[in-house]
Structure formats: structure tokens, C-alpha cells
């Protein structure tokens, strides 16, 4: 599984966020994180990453410049884009959907891990 983003928000991931990003799957997947350009050169040297994470949006890229090139190069596994809570999130999906038909993507709300005592 491939995280598009920056290194230091991939650790503030929560399982808690990975099981709703992919509830079939049992949430001891490791994350690769990548950069934009290692994406497209991954999917053009034929390796199809069983899923790719990115947030929507972070410095050096963003979610709908990642849908594009995973549409583009014909990606068919999940991309899960993880946001922070947004006032319409239905808005948002409709849009990456139109842009990108063929891509099976999902918006997921970010959940910190919480803090025990």
C-alpha cells in the first residue's frame, strides 16, 4: 500500500482511519510512502500497489493531482484520499468521480489516534 504525501502525516495515521479506508482489509498493511513522480513511475514500470493513500492536500501535490494520474495510467485497485472534516465531503467526491470515472475512490475523514492515559 502506497501513501502519495509527506512522510510525517503517514505516522499521524490511526488504525482507527486505515479501518475505515478499508474495512475488508485487516489493518496490519504496510505503508510505502512515495512521492507523486515514484507514483507514476511505479504504475508505468507495470506495479500496481494493492491501494494508495494520500491526504487532499499537502505541499508538492493534492488529491485530485493524484486521481488524475491514477485514472490516467488506468489504476483499478482503491484510492482513499484522507481529509479533514469538510462541510460538504459529498461535493467534493462527486467532483473527483466526474474528473476521474474509472477509479475506485473514496474520501476518508482523518481520526488522530487517541491518547491514553
Not at 507523486?36 to 485530485?64: Q, Y
Not at 481529509?83 to 459529498?90: E, G, H, N, S, Y
Amino acid at each position: 500500500m502506497l501513501w502519495v504525501g509527506p512522510l510525517e502525516s503517514m505516522g499521524e495515521l490511526s488504525e482507527r482511519t486505515l479501518a475505515l479506508a478499508f474495512p475488508a482489509e485487516a489493518v496490519v498493511c504496510e505503508l510505502s510512502a512515495v512521492t507523486l513522480r515514484d507514483l507514476e513511475e511505479t504504475l508505468r514500470n507495470g506495479e500496481t500497489p494493492d491501494a494508495v493513500l494520500s491526504p487532499l492536500f499537502w505541499r508538492g501535490g493534492d488529491g485530485v493531482e493524484t486521481a488524475a494520474l491514477l485514472d490516467q495510467l488506468d489504476y483499478a485497485n482503491p484510492y482513499r484520499i484522507v481529509t479533514p472534516v469538510l462541510p460538504r465531503p459529498d461535493l467534493v467526491l462527486r467532483e473527483l468521480r466526474a474528473a476521474c470515472p474509472k477509479l475506485d475512490i473514496e474520501l476518508i475523514p482523518f481520526q488522530k489516534e487517541e491518547r491514553r492515559a
